[in-house]
């Protein structure tokens, strides 16, 4: 502004321009005085287009200038129509707040902050995100895959989502069973994959068989999964048979310390007893609770103290000259007390 009221008065030489550049400047400084004022919010994180998974947090920062109220408000839009979801209302100061996605999220967002103040909107601002899709594929066995032995290895692939545990299920092709849980595989973000598991296919299971693995089931959907029809050799109904019918697969949740009662049916086992198996997540070792004889077909167990929450499985099988030559698996869900 200096170099204008010089210029000013090196061209004209009066003092009627020198008067309208001193004008110019108390206006100009004026306005910087103005604006110096004005209250003002900027997110600074996360930066507009930014990407990230189910499993991340956001780190919400942002600064503040000359607002009147105490608070400030942080919002989401989830591109689900208008309606914005509240975060957090936090202290008008410059701030961090590290904030969950929620699994409802996809593809892109808004977070939104502003302070609302007698009855206005008096500053405000947005970043815009997106959110990575989640995905779990089965990389084998193939679809249509026609297996002739007592085991299948079951390998996918999973990204992109929160922690969680991820199921294996399968469809019996009688429909009076239905879908069937076979195990839950705590799955972590930071952990390799593909995932791999051996299953030992149950005695007498054969035919056109559906496999289906899931990730995270919320509101009656699951965020990602895949499935596949294989198909079962007859043949397997001549090998020696056992079957777990009680707990059901999946369909038990006990308190801590509960009795479980196993029950099973047997078919051409060659030896004498079976022996049960527990594993309870995140240990990766099956732990024996007891061989007892097969025509048993009945025991009670009392969970561990060591039990409380979260996901166990079983295993019940014969092993005879060195393998298992059937053997059935089940689960159930621990419910912790609060």
């Not at 000259?321 to 059935?328: C, E, H, P, Q």
Request: proline letters at 7%; glycine letters at 8%; hydrophobic letters at 40%.
């Amino acid at each position: 502004m200096k170099q204008i009221i010089q210029a000013c008065v090196s061209v004209v030489g009066g003092g009627m321009l020198l008067s309208l550049g001193l004008a110019l400047l108390v206006a100009h400084m004026s306005g910087i005085a103005k604006a110096a004022t004005e209250p003002d919010i900027e997110i600074d994180q996360p930066l507009n287009g930014a990407s990230f998974a189910y499993s991340d947090k956001i780190r919400i920062v942002w600064l503040t200038e000359n607002l009147p109220g105490q608070n400030v408000s942080i919002y989401y839009n989830d591109g689900a129509g208008d309606k914005w979801k509240k975060i957090i209302t936090v202290p008008k100061k410059n701030g961090k707040y590290d904030w969950t996605i929620p699994t409802t999220i996809s593809g892109d967002a808004t977070i939104w902050m502003g302070q609302y103040y007698n009855g206005e909107w008096l500053a405000y601002d947005s970043a815009s995100i997106m959110i990575k899709t989640p995905d779990i594929t089965i990389l084998g066995p193939a679809a249509g895959a026609s297996i002739t032995s007592s085991k299948m290895t079951l390998s996918w692939s999973a990204v992109n989502l929160p922690n969680t545990t991820l199921r294996f299920y399968y469809k019996d092709p009688n429909p009076a069973m239905g879908w069937q849980r076979v195990i839950g595989v705590p799955y972590y973000p930071a952990q390799a994959t593909p995932y791999h598991y051996e299953w030992t296919i149950p005695s007498g299971l054969n035919g056109d068989v559906e496999i289906f693995v899931g990730g995270y089931y919320s509101n009656g959907k699951w965020l990602a999964s895949d499935k596949r029809m294989v198909n079962i050799s007859k043949e397997a109904a001549s090998l020696p048979e056992l079957k777990i019918t009680a707990p059901l697969k999946g369909g038990s949740s006990v308190r801590p310390g509960s009795t479980i009662t196993f029950k099973w049916t047997t078919a051409r086992l060659p030896g004498a007893n079976v022996s049960i198996y527990y594993k309870y997540y995140p240990s990766p070792d099956w732990v024996k609770i007891k061989s007892v004889p097969k025509d048993q077909e009945s025991f009670a167990w009392t969970l561990p103290s060591s039990i409380t929450n979260g996901d166990v499985e079983f295993f019940i099988g014969q092993y005879v000259n060195g393998k298992w030559v059937a053997s059935d698996q089940t689960g159930i869900y621990i419910m912790s007390v609060e």
